[in-house]
């Protein structure tokens, strides 16, 4: 917990510099080998928070997310998507409630109403490793089934990203940045798998996924292992690409 | 063009009840009968501009997009989707430029940096007649081929909508709003033809169409006519909703 000096001089630097009612909060999913994780931060008032932080003056939001991400958890250069506005009045109030004892209304910069921008990331946690800032005690990634209870509304955004990234599958393509460069279908599946939390027909998921274009077939099976030895795959990055503009060909 | 004097009791208004930095644009595309159009305001100054206004100190966003659309066009009742935030730190500087010499800089609302959320709609424009307000000269449906020339960003957030409408078509249901109660595939598929600009296999769009769960067959044909008569469906609303909320069954 912050003292009274180190809370008033943290709100006067935020009135300084930041634009007031307005804030960002990042859900970073981390996948591994068939894991999903999100990172939260334990703050040392043992509360947990999605990484969150504010906008600077004349901070383009694309860079204030990129800012807030690395100054919370040290990662760097992680892809943010804007997913949606929260922007109940009532959402930060939590805030205000706990300085209100310990700033006058007019320097508590926790007493405005703040409206936060969700963005949302999925990459390898096995390839970032989050450190802390002077405000928490820990960041860490929790598994997706067992995340603590969050502050504020965390709860709802964390759903709100899942609930997209889901939606995305159905018309973007997703992996690049996760799969090795040569891998098998079954692999490929497992990440769908994972991410929707259930199990996908195999001769299915393989006839949509190659209908999309976006892989490759190496003319090598694998080599080694016991049974028929399975294809491997890469992206093709063009059509990779241009489906993550434009959609799936698949599509309409 | 306001005078000093209306301006500078605008801005007072404004710094009074909203809050700063952040505005709401809206994009109602309009389409009946195969022909999509776009709502768009001219002002007094002979300016065009997509329907935007700001946010009240204590109101929900989703409210406060409806409110301006309301009060810029006269339009009620139409469902809002967000869909992005624009935050460029430069977005706006074509506004305070504007009202500079008439403004001291301190009560000039304009000059703040504005984040803009966006919020797109997709109506019959048959069934809605826009009036327009005391800032405007005329709220009118534009030709979506045919837009003219708008300030700020505003071409960039049509475009924006338009590009989320066309990806939406990919894993959500359209038309329920659209559509008569019981219509053709063929009508049904003039919809999407139209929003996506391009034509669409007929045998292609009825199998995946029907794939999707969310259509009930009629058992009669319509009656009358030369040709062979074409089924007429309706949609499922119970699937329909479902889609809405989760995606396409057709999708993993």
Redesign the interface.
Known sequence: MLTQKELIEYCRNADENY????SIDCVVFGFHEGIMKVLVLKMKNDEWYLPGGF?L??????M?ANRILKERTGLDEIFLQ?F??F???ERSKEHFEMYKDMLPAKQNWFAN?F?T?GYYALVDFCNVNPAHDQLSVSCTWSDLNDVPKLKLDHTLILKSALDTL??Q???QPIGYNLMPKQFTMPELQKL?ETI?DKK?DRRNFQRRMLGFGILTRSGQPRKGGAHKAPYLYSFDLENYEAALK???KG??
């Open positions: 634009l007031p009612h307005i906008v003056k004349n901070e383009p939001i694309e204030a804007q949606h506005v922007g109940d009045p109403r409206l921008i889901r939606l599958l159905n018309y769908y929707l996908l434009e959609g799936f599509g309409w």
